[in-house]
T-cell receptor, first 114, second 111 residues
Framework: GEDVEQSLFLSVREGDSSVINCTYTDSSSTYLYWYKQEPGAGLQLLTYIFSNMDMKQDQRLTVLLNKKDKHLSLRIADTQTGDSAIYFC??????????????FGKGTKLSVKP | DAGITQSPRHKVTETGTPVTLRCHQT?????MYWYRQDPGHGLRLIHYSYGVKDTDKGEVSDGYSVSRSKTEDFLLTLESATSSQTSVYFCAISETSGYQYFGPGTRLTVT
């Protein structure tokens, strides 16, 4: 079945760039997503990318997709302490061309040190 | 933020008792989901609904049932709660079966 893998922890200094990586298994996934979860809160959709795109940029966020290697990354430029959170990668199942349910990775906990 | 509320937000219950968690949406979205989040496991899908009275099982459905009698409400029931069901439960909604918006979560403790 489908699986999504992420490293569990990342620590960076304030002002540096953060890169959170994810690998997935379903090559037919139509969309790939990044969610952010702050302590005690639900998941917030950060951004998503269509599978026919290589890159998507949204202010400080850059998503890179390498379909050949099934690798997705989220880069946060000028990381701030408010970016400290758990970041989840997710892929959508694909059922004959229709999107199915989301498969989530276990999440990467980003710690930003001042 | 998408209009999703969950109730209760916190609950402590004893083993063997029935528990019902409620998810309410004001977005009129077709799809609704229940997940549980546990350390080391990330989010796992329990059940989902693709319309009124239309539901299906997810990855970890054993011990859980759901009902959706109205578009806006999706109920998750633990018929006889066990300690292994201690978790944080999240409801999510989506218009299509694509990206989902999440509620604030319910922390359930089964003693």
């Amino acid at each position: 079945g489908e699986d999504v893998e992420q490293s569990l922890f990342l620590s960076v200094r304030e002002g540096d760039s953060s890169v959170i990586n994810c690998t997935y298994t379903d090559s037919s996934s139509t969309y790939l997503y990044w969610y952010k979860q702050e302590p005690g809160a639900g998941l917030q959709l950060l951004t998503y990318i269509f599978s026919n795109m290589d890159m998507k940029q949204d202010q400080r966020l850059t998503v890179l997709l390498n379909k050949k290697d099934k690798h997705l990354s989220l880069r946060i430029a000028d990381t701030q302490t408010g970016d400290s959170a758990i970041y989840f990668c997710a892929e959508s199942e694909n059922y004959g061309g229709s999107q199915g349910n989301l498969i989530f990775g276990k999440g990467t906990k980003l710690s930003v040190k001042p | 933020d998408a209009g999703i509320t969950q109730s209760p937000r916190h609950k402590v219950t004893e083993t063997g008792t029935p528990v019902t968690l409620r998810c309410h949406q004001t977005e009129n979205h077709r799809y609704m989901y229940w997940y549980r989040q546990d350390p080391g496991h990330g989010l796992r899908l329990i059940h989902y609904s693709y319309g009124v009275k239309d539901t299906d099982k997810g990855e970890v459905s054993d011990g859980y049932s759901v009902s959706r009698s109205k578009t806006e409400d999706f109920l998750l029931t633990l018929e006889s709660a066990t300690s292994s069901q201690t978790s944080v439960y999240f409801c999510a909604i989506s218009e299509t079966s694509g990206y989902q918006y999440f509620g604030p979560g319910t922390r359930l403790t089964v003693t």
